[in-house]
């Protein structure tokens, strides 16, 4: 095996092939790190380049295309993938022009499989599932975690075990969960207590834990900045912008970054802003305390993929923000459903979490940190019919709080073709 688990911290190691989600000396969390001295010679962008378009399993995967990269022995038979990524880089002039930037494109990965980023990190983390020989995998999960972790699970035979919020899940994700199969647990806390729960748990019964805090799920995901380097011709943005809630994905992330320069694919390392909703910012403030301390809080936000008070992956955060030389920026529910409202009205469409990424660029420009010449990529976390709740409250002005200054409206008419007509032309319907 040329991979170990190493802690963040310490330094400790650990063999992949053991069940360990943090350091047993220190606490710390553990990195999958490979062994780049013995990989180098294979890891060329014309590799990459050369799978694109790939039609056979696993180079067709927007994953497993970079293999070297997130887990370069695995055989090539335990891969679970349906596959996922390749996801659209969209170029939106327009919505640049709103957040006052030269370019902006927006990465979709609400293409993946089951409508979310997290199907990267659950092809690698349901694979390594297999390599271990667990039958049984389990996450807590604000919705998308568990969408991913039942399709995966179901995919590769595995009991997939979900431990969802009571309240405030969205429909689309708890369809989901339901039809893939999964043993759904419906508890009476927030996600925080949640993940405490689980991984209490999955340590006396013997269960696979996937969310996050597994290192073999960041190591996916990684492949959301491969990918979109890679579309761009190896050629890198100033900025990468994306939502934060538990923060594994800034942490892998900043982890892709790092490699991809340290192994000379890169020939420098764009800034990343991490975006979170006001009402669960613990990251943005303990920011703005230059990192001298961090308080988690009771979270709130109509961003409920993002609702999370005492995110697991801050320490990897932190280095992520050092490595790229990052900011940390927070925005309102309000700022996040209008920039939601301009993203959906621009035909791409997206759920509220991932606005923050066009909320939080917006912002970021006004503040002077983000320049108007700069080329920003935004990530796009979750599809638009994950949360049609919140997206039919704002065209319909009935969410608390927030007024939809984009809103869309349904026109009501009778069976009647001048009616029809009357409203067509947009001219005022007659009181009835
Ligand atoms: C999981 C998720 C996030 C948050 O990602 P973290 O890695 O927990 O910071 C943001 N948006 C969507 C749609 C998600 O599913
Ligand atoms: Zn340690």
Redesign the pocket.
């Known amino acids: 095996m040329t991979s170990i688990l190493q802690c963040m911290d310490c330094g400790a190691t650990y063999p992949i092939h053991h069940v360990v989600y943090s350091c047993a000396s220190c606490g710390g969390l553990l990195d999958v790190q490979h062994d780049w001295d013995a990989l180098r010679p294979q890891l060329t962008r014309e590799r990459f380049d050369t799978r694109l378009g790939a039609l056979d399993t696993p180079y067709n995967s927007g994953v497993w295309r970079y293999q070297e990269l997130i887990y370069p022995d695995i055989p090539h038979d335990l891969i679970v993938t349906k596959p996922e990524g390749n996801t659209n880089l969209y170029n939106l002039p327009k919505l640049a022009q709103w957040a006052g930037v030269r370019e902006l494109r927006l990465k979709h990965e609400g293409e993946n499989p089951t409508g979310?980023?997290?199907d990267r990190g659950m092809t690698s983390g349901v694979s390594h599932a297999r390599v271990l020989g667990m039958t049984r995998v389990a996450c807590a999960s604000?919705?998308?975690?568990s969408s991913a972790l039942a399709s995966y699970a179901a995919l590769a035979d595995l009991e997939g075990i979900i431990f969802l919020q009571n309240r405030q899940i969205a429909l689309g994700k708890l369809a989901q969960g339901i039809a893939y199969g999964a043993t759904c647990l419906q508890i009476n806390a927030d996600f925080d207590r949640n993940l405490e729960l689980v991984r209490a748990v999955s340590e006396e019964l013997n269960i696979y834990v996937l969310n996050?805090i597994n290192p073999f799920r960041l190591e996916g995901q990684k492949s959301i900045i491969f990918e979109t380097i890679q579309q761009l011709s190896w050629q890198v943005p100033d900025w990468i912008v994306c939502?934060?809630?538990?923060?594994?994905?800034?942490s892998a992330f900043g982890k892709a970054l790092y490699e991809l320069y340290t192994l000379g694919l890169i020939d420098r390392i764009p800034r990343l802003a991490i975006i979170q909703a006001e009402g669960a910012s613990p990251l943005y403030h303990s920011y703005q305390n230059g990192f001298q301390s961090f308080q988690p809080m009771k979270a709130e936000t109509i961003a409920t993929?993002?609702k999370?008070g005492n995110?697991v992956?801050y320490p990897k955060a932190v280095r992520a923000l050092k490595w790229t030389n990052g900011v940390v920026e927070m925005v309102t529910d309000q700022e996040i459903m209008d920039a939601k409202a301009l993203i959906d009205a621009a035909g791409i469409g997206c759920?509220p979490?991932?606005a923050c990424s066009l909320a939080g660029t917006r912002k970021l420009v006004e503040a002077g940190i983000i320049q108007a010449h700069e080329r920003v990529v935004g990530i796009l976390?979750?599809h638009v019919m994950?949360d049609p709740d919140a997206t039919i409250g704002y065209h319909s002005n009935t969410l608390e709080d927030i007024t939809p200054h984009y809103a869309n409206r349904i026109y009501q008419a009778g069976d009647d073709i001048e009616e029809i007509k009357r409203v067509l032309s947009k001219q005022p319907q007659p009181q009835a």
Do not use: D, R, V
């Open positions: 979310s980023f997290k604000t919705g998308n975690t996050s939502p934060g809630g538990n923060l594994g994905n800034s993929a993002i999370i995110p992956n759920e979490a991932s976390t979750g994950k």
